[in-house]
């Protein structure tokens, strides 16, 4: 990505508190997008009042895609309203000296806009293998396609990420310098995500391993 | 707990669409307070947009706490506001033979109201000291106490888990019957949150081990 292509602050996007927080270049945005596995997605629904639901997501470019069921009500308000999608993914828990300094380190992404309804079944069905592809690489090329039927009972938002921006904490705690003689011991406790071996679902009619995309699955980091 | 001091379904918290996955005993949405480290708080800002903040919580009996700086914009709005926290726990990945059918096992919980600021000094403290235990239980007895300064320096809200819910999927890969004979592997990816080795800070002061708070370290389940 070249620097003209980063993103411009915003009201909301820019960092009042704590500016050097705040990255607006799209290396950065992505690979947060890219590694969450759900994000959250917050709407106004039709009292006023905030909905924040929790879905997968994947990137098509430079747009964040989202999906559900067709039914899926609050999906439908999504729908041409203005969201806001937060990824958080949580590194370390910081310990410092004294409990007022706890933290975490942390890589946190916001996306605000208003999501576009993909209705074209082509790329409607491009966007959900998106998606798939997103959470588990491979799965597409080991299931059928998607059937029309299938791609009309999901509905499939677009959000353009051109509102955004990622917040990054990563370093040691930070004590005030009349608490550094504490003993008190200070630190970070590292946080990962982690896969457990596959459970082959008990209804199988064929006696198959696990196939590649199963096998040694990880996130992208 | 009781039956009787079961949450009421709402508008808001009732499942329309699979409403066995909705579940309202206290038992199992403070589980999965308690178990999470993180929520995502949903408000409405000033333009009258959505705006979702992960953050860490609390619980404290039948109230959920949140906190943060005292200038942070976003707290002060959800102050006496409109807020909706989800907190989501993802266990495994659901692999279908069916893109269609791909899914989570998970289980979220979401809680509507509106927070009340905590402006006692006394009462603030004992919130604070109840999110650092939520986070890292045991962390109290190792650090000195908050400061008055502390304290009012921090935006500590209590919000009543009144309206709330908890959502769970558990289960295996669930296909239409004409895709059950597919030669494609379906199962469970499962899916753990694992802690790594203490770091102890470089600049200590002395020379001491991980307490016990960190030795060890696990989230409750």
Excluded: Q
């Amino acid at each position: 990505m070249t620097d003209n292509n980063d993103l411009a602050p915003t009201d909301r996007t820019a960092l009042k508190r704590i500016p050097e927080r705040g990255h607006f270049d799209r290396d950065t945005v992505n690979a947060i997008i890219d590694e969450a596995m759900i994000c959250h997605v917050g709407i106004v629904d039709e009292t006023g009042r905030p909905v924040v639901i929790p879905t997968f997501h994947g990137r098509d470019g430079d747009d964040l895609l989202i999906h559900g069921s067709a039914a899926s009500r609050l999906l439908r308000t999504a729908r041409n309203s203005e969201v806001c999608v937060t990824i958080t993914l949580i590194d370390s828990l910081v310990l410092a000296r004294t409990a007022f300094h706890h933290s975490a380190n942390y890589r946190s992404v916001v996306v605000f806009g208003v999501p576009e309804h993909i209705t074209d079944d082509a790329e409607a069905d491009a966007a959900l293998n998106v998606l798939v592809e997103a959470l588990i690489p491979g799965r597409m090329a080991e299931v059928r396609p998607n059937t029309n039927k299938e791609i009309r009972a999901t509905l499939t938002l677009r959000l353009p990420i051109n509102e955004a921006s990622a917040k990054i904490r990563n370093g040691p705690p930070v004590d005030d310098e009349e608490d550094m003689d504490a003993e008190v011991w200070a630190g970070l406790l590292p946080i990962s995500t982690t896969f457990g071996d596959p459970v082959t679902a008990a209804d199988m009619r064929h006696d198959l391993p696990p196939p590649p995309s199963v096998v040694g699955y990880g996130r992208p980091s």
